[in-house]
């Protein structure tokens, strides 16, 4: 039984918005049909802002995506077992080259040399660079009786504004000369451009001083200037130099291999600048030819290979190559009247100027010379094939190097009938193809385009090449060689389907005809 007091509660509590049993289970009853309404509807329509694929999309998606998994599997199981089953073999990319039978030597330099004297006494100036080519009005040296340019050029405090535009471009071209030549491995060259440096130096120190004495007209002052050649216009010029070592004389019947003995002494006597010298003492000498000649003692056997021929002849001081004519002459053998020992001569017509400081010169000869395509010797392989004659095989195809014979074939009734088979060919030489032993073997018959005409396969023959590996399966390609030494072959170019920039394989002796090569 409620009591009035219920009521006013209830009233009550509707009024402060405090729900009573029956009123929540209804609020709860409505709320729960709201939520599933609205759940039905995000289910039947996309919500704002985000993007919708319907069902069969995204199954038609997941189909693509696991095949493409399933295909990039497949791929790289292809390619491992590609992998395991293959060899890493080494290349070599074929290269255009040349090769030559080397030899070393040392060598006796000799050239047409004319010796000049002083003739006055005093202190010695030099007025051209050693190597300069001189003319007939072209100063030399002076000598100063007065010794008033040495005092001069003591008590010098020049500096390069005394030098003329023309000094200072042939110091340049020195020193671009130098840097261009010179080679950490030839150390010594650095004192020979220091020496050059300094001999164009008093040389201009020297012109100068002269200039200004002629001008001053210095009273006791007793420079005599003489000239290439002595002046004489009948006599020969040629490139300046201020040595000599005994050897000017020296003439080709006068060689023998006495004058290569390593204890042999060798001297070079130099005059140098604001020396004193007497009258008569050495002053410089010219080099009056452009001809020159290399000698050396040589093996008997290397002079009648020798003998008549142009060699190459490259210098170690400074790696040039010429070429020269050879000619082997009969010399005396030191104390030995009887004996007769071969020296070679080999004569230059250029290139003079370079070698005026040499006499003695370590050079190599190059002979047999063959350029080609130059590969390893390690890639070269001896293959065996049989021969077929062209009289049977027919339709040669010189763009696949391929041949046709026909092979016999009985058919399930006993039936004999021909088949016409191509065959790879290597190489055609004397009337014979050259194929391989993948479709017919040592014994087979094989049969012409008219069926009547047979071979049976009897001879084999052997070919050099090399496995061609661009495509990356080993293909066997006839050479012809040229030349070898011990790590290389030149090959012929008009004789090989192999081209510059091809891959062969280094170590033919690890490949298999048809092998696929993993690179």
């Known amino acids: 039984m409620q009591s009035r007091f219920d009521f006013n509660n209830e009233g009550n509590n509707k009024r402060r918005g405090i729900k009573t049993e029956n009123q929540s289970q209804k609020s709860d009853s409505k709320a729960k049909s709201t939520k599933n309404n609205k759940k039905n509807d995000e289910e039947s329509s996309p919500k704002k802002g985000l993007l919708f694929f319907p069902k069969r999309n995204i199954i038609s998606f997941r189909i693509i995506f696991y095949a493409f998994i399933v295909l990039i599997a497949a791929y790289l199981i292809y390619n491992g077992y590609k992998y395991v089953n293959s060899k890493n073999i080494s290349t070599y990319q074929v290269k255009e080259g040349a090769l030559s039978e080397q030899n070393s030597y040392t060598g006796l330099i000799l050239r047409e040399e004319q010796l000049y004297y002083a003739k006055s006494s005093g202190y010695y100036n030099f007025y051209l660079k050693e190597g300069e080519k001189a003319s007939h009005n072209d100063l030399v040296y002076s000598i100063d009786g007065s010794g008033k340019i040495k005092e001069m050029m003591t008590n010098q405090t020049g500096d390069a504004s005394t030098l003329s535009q023309d000094d200072l471009v042939e110091i340049k071209s020195e020193i671009v000369k130098f840097s261009k030549e010179y080679s950490p491995a030839d150390f010594v060259d650095v004192y020979d451009f220091k020496d050059d440096l300094d001999s164009i130096s008093l040389k201009m120190s020297n012109l100068y001083i002269l200039n200004k004495i002629s001008s001053m007209s210095l009273n006791g002052t007793n420079v005599n200037k003489y000239y290439c050649a002595d002046g004489a216009d009948n006599a020969k010029t040629g490139y300046v130099v201020y040595y000599y070592d005994d050897y000017e004389d020296v003439k080709l019947e006068d060689i023998n291999s006495a004058y ?37 003692p040589i093996e008997e056997e290397k002079a009648k290979e020798f003998d008549g021929k142009e060699m190459k002849v490259k210098f170690l001081k400074n790696q040039e190559t010429l070429k020269g004519k050879v000619k082997i002459i009969d010399a005396i053998a030191p104390g030995k009247n009887t004996s007769i020992e071969k020296i070679c001569v080999v004569t230059f017509n250029v290139s003079v100027a370079d070698y005026l400081n040499n006499r003695f010169i370590d050079f190599e000869i190059f002979m047999n010379e063959n350029s080609g395509y130059k590969v390893p010797k390690s890639s070269v392989v001896e293959k065996e094939f049989l021969l077929i004659p062209d009289t049977v095989a027919f339709d040669f195809n010189d763009t696949t190097n391929t041949v046709c014979v026909k092979l016999d074939k009985y058919l399930e009734d006993g039936t004999k009938t021909y088949v016409t088979t191509e065959l790879n060919v290597y190489r055609t030489d004397g009337g014979d193809y050259y194929v391989d032993g993948s479709v017919v073997k040592l014994g087979n018959t094989v049969y012409g385009a008219d069926e009547v005409t047979t071979y049976t396969i009897n001879r084999t023959a052997t070919l050099l090449g090399v496995y061609k590996i661009n495509q990356g399966y080993a293909d066997f390609k006839n050479i012809k060689k040229l030349y070898e030494n011990e790590e290389y072959i030149i090959i012929d170019p008009q004789y090989t389907m192999i081209k510059p920039y091809d891959y062969i394989a280094l170590d033919a002796s690890k490949v298999k005809d048809n092998e696929y090569i993993y690179e």
């Open 260 to 296: 290569f003995d390593k204890d042999r002494e060798y001297t070079r006597h130099m005059i140098a600048n604001n020396e004193i010298v007497q009258e008569g003492d050495f002053a410089y000498k010219l080099v009056t030819s452009n001809t020159w000649q290399l000698v050396f």
